[in-house]
């Protein structure tokens, strides 16, 4: 027992370390330790017109890969159903970690939350890990046949070098430019203006609480309940109008 503790006393310190700045921060700020992410979450997932996570999930899943290969993605599919043969056959921890991506997908398909690539990450990392295992599994044995053959070793080395180097110039995860958030420019714009002509305790009323949180000192009232759960019961009926009127804002703010 007494091995654990001091490891299990680090890792909650280290936990800590970065987290309490936040909880205080947040509290002082927004009112409360963390956002109602779930909750909110579900509650749009409710509205007509937002698609779901499970309602998602297979358009979602058709796209895995997009950022890696462009267009061509639909190659690494065959990799990543070899590499689940080859997780569920040789290996426990990958048996153990694709049954939490299971149980993961399950209970948040039955929670109704609405699609976000947030929660579609876990999976499409699942995914990665066993076109990663395939590959490697592949090449294990590439080279092992090839060990007996130096000509075809040396051939084989620079087509890979020539197709790596065909990657890294074409596909902008290597080379490509910072995709900025669209939003953020009039969202510090308008931070900017409320700081000049409002008074601090002026309070917004937002759907974007991250920019107006942070780059002003006024008190914000969030549309979607992330950080205002008293709205909860109107948002989930979609009365945008019914919030501002019961809760009176300063300043409407959607860019």
Same mark, same amino acid.
């Given at each position: 027992r007494s091995e654990l503790v001091g490891p299990g006393r680090r890792a909650l310190g280290g936990f800590l370390l970065p987290v309490l700045p936040w909880w205080i921060y947040a509290a002082t700020h927004f009112g409360a330790l963390l956002p109602h992410t779930l909750h909110v979450k579900i509650v749009q997932g409710r509205l007509d017109g937002i698609p779901t996570f499970a309602g998602a999930l297979l358009p979602d899943a058709a796209q895995w890969g997009t950022s890696l290969l462009g267009a061509s993605h639909v190659v @690494?599919?065959?990799f990543a159903l070899h590499g689940l043969l080859l997780a569920l056959r040789r290996s426990p921890f990958m048996r153990r970690? @694709?049954?939490?991506?299971?149980?993961? *997908?399950?209970?948040?398909?039955?929670?109704g939350v609405v699609d976000s690539m947030w929660y579609h990450l876990p999976l499409s990392f699942a995914w990665l890990a066993l076109v990663g295992l395939s590959l490697g599994d592949l090449l294990t044995r590439a080279l092992a046949w090839l060990?007996? $053959?130096? $000509? *075809?070793?040396?051939? @084989?080395? *620079?087509?890979v070098l020539a197709v790596l180097t065909a990657i890294c110039l074409r596909f902008p995860f290597v080379n490509g430019p910072a995709v900025a958030d669209p939003r953020g420019d009039p969202y510090?714009?308008?931070a900017a203006w409320i700081r000049s002509n409002g008074t601090p305790d002026a309070r917004i009323a937002t759907r974007e609480v991250g920019y107006l949180g942070y780059y002003t000192p006024n008190p914000i009232l969030d549309l979607d309940g992330l950080v205002s759960p008293e709205v909860f019961?109107?948002?989930?009926?979609?009365? $945008?109008d019914e919030i501002l009127r019961e809760y009176p804002c300063a300043y409407y703010v959607d860019v």
């Open positions: @690494l599919w065959p970690y @694709l049954g939490w991506v299971a149980v993961y *997908t399950a209970i948040y398909a039955m929670l060990s007996t $053959r130096p $000509r *075809t070793q040396a051939a @084989l080395r *620079t087509a510090l714009s308008i019961p109107l948002a989930a009926a979609n009365e $945008r």
